[in-house]
């Protein structure tokens, strides 16, 4: 998913005349950032677009000129952003969470968010220290990331699987 992300940006910073691909790719983060904070899936445009700095805007403009990932959906009077894919929503989300950890942990907490968390909790740039956060948090969402992925590489899946029995043996004692 990475891999298709960063062509989705490459492909937006060619159709640009000035932004280039980290350009489009930091912005992509700072709207998963946004989305996550105001916890609104499909936000209304100008919700995004005043939060943001002048060079954003520009690159999430040209994200959303080019509706490869995300586009602008008009439902009445309201303008939303919606992504092509509730996979790649999700994906970026959660590389929202890495690259800019919430420090309110009431929002990994958040059942809306599981799929996210699990996602971040196998995702390879997750920082181990980040863990601990997530299963404290949302230990629902860390169990569902060990259940369904096979993506987890061993030594990885270990750090989680103790991190998650210290939650249970501490949570069970209380």
């Not at 995004?48 to 509706?67: F, H, K, P, Q, Y």
């Amino acid at each position: 998913m990475d891999h298709y992300l960063n062509q989705c940006c490459d492909v937006a910073a060619a159709k640009s005349d000035a932004l280039l691909t980290p350009d489009i790719g930091r912005a992509l983060l700072v709207l998963g950032a946004r989305m996550l904070a105001s916890r609104q899936l499909q936000p209304a445009y100008h919700d995004v677009i005043s939060t943001l700095s002048e060079d954003e805007r520009r690159a999430v403009r040209s994200l959303l000129s080019d509706a490869n990932l995300c586009k602008i959906v008009i439902d009445g009077p309201r303008q939303s952003i919606v992504f092509r894919h509730d996979r790649l929503r999700d994906f970026v989300l959660a590389k929202s969470v890495i690259d800019h950890p919430p420090e309110d942990t009431a929002l990994i907490a958040d059942p809306l968010f599981a799929d996210i968390v699990a996602i971040v909790t196998e995702h390879p740039d997750t920082p181990k220290e980040d863990l601990a956060t997530l299963v404290r948090a949302n230990p629902l969402a860390v169990a569902m990331a060990l259940g369904d992925s096979n993506t987890l590489c061993s030594d990885r899946r270990r750090a989680v699987e103790a991190l998650f029995v210290e939650w249970w043996t501490t949570s069970t004692r209380s």
